[in-house]
């Protein structure tokens, strides 16, 4: 229901701002890994893993994971799993968009979802962490990232209600419409141009974060889509009930997962970063 999601907004977001803010990356670092290991929880189920201790199993190794980046992993590496992540979003976005036969429902184990799904979450991490450190600007840019996200993820809801007809991806999600698209390019447009307007975009062009944004936001798109698929295909309305309003985890952090790796890679590679 529109009264939970927002008052469970009203809680979190509040959290996030002052948590990027004020944090250490250190710190910052441990919560998103709660975070993700919350959400490795969930992508377990959604790979059939119905046992629990084999679900524990997949968030420990997660875990692992997590630390092993943190102590090991180098930005140049880093920087090639961004590049893979990025084009894997991308195709995924297109796929999804241009699917128009129906998805079976999928039982047993499903090992390339949990390789997959891993591989994705500790990427999204490692790049939320690294840009968070990335200098006196970088909770900020981090900031930035969050707020396109919930901009594109509200001009695409209250877009595609007034104005929605067209389906984006009738298969996998149906609530999705093109307005709801338009509603989001709109929202990350205007999230660039008070980056801008604030001076906080670095060697930037305006082009190049208006670009960037919207691309972004296009990816995010295609995260939501992808979790979509996978609970169809687990056959599963939410990945989790944590969050009142919002179902589980993963429900909210799925286009984080596409646009964190995006972000941080464009962020380089535009100059937002310099």
């Known amino acids: 229901m529109l009264w939970q999601r927002v008052a469970t907004a009203l809680v979190l977001v509040p959290l996030v701002v002052i948590g990027i803010l004020y944090l250490d990356t250190g710190v910052l670092a441990a919560v998103l890994g709660i975070v993700v290991l919350l ?37 140049e590496h880093l920087v090639y799993l961004q590049w893979v992540a ?32 891993g591989l994705l979450l500790v990427t999204a991490w490692s790049s939320l962490a690294t840009l968070h450190a990335s200098g006196e600007r970088g909770p900020l840019l981090l900031l930035f990232l969050f707020v396109l996200i919930w901009a594109a993820d509200s001009g695409a809801y209250f877009s595609g209600r007034a104005f929605g007809k ?3 991806s009738p298969v996998i999600s149906p609530g999705k419409t093109w307005a ?29 974060i208006i670009g960037l944004s919207l691309l972004v936001t296009v990816v995010s798109i295609g995260g939501d889509l992808w979790e979509s698929r996978l609970k169809r295909e687990a056959g599963v309305k939410d990945s989790g009930h944590l969050l009142p309003g919002h179902g589980g985890v993963l429900d909210r952090i799925d286009s984080l997962l596409a646009a964190a790796p995006v972000f941080a890679l464009g962020a380089a590679l535009t100059g937002l970063l310099a």
């Open 39 to 75: 959400g490795a929880h969930e992508m377990a189920r959604l790979a059939n893993q119905e046992q629990r201790s084999r679900q524990l199993v997949f968030v420990l190794l997660i875990a692992l994971l997590l630390w092993s980046a943190w102590s090991y992993l180098q930005p």
């Open 86 to 117: 990025a084009i894997w979003w991308i195709a995924v976005t297109i796929v999804s968009v241009v699917r128009r036969t129906a998805l079976p429902r999928v039982y047993g184990s499903r090992p390339a979802v949990l390789l997959l799904g």
């Open 166 to 168: 067209r389906k984006l």
């Open 180 to 208: 709801g698209v338009g509603g989001a390019g709109v929202g990350a447009v205007i999230c660039a141009l008070f980056l801008a307007a604030g001076g906080a975009a670095g060697s930037a062009s305006l082009a190049g």
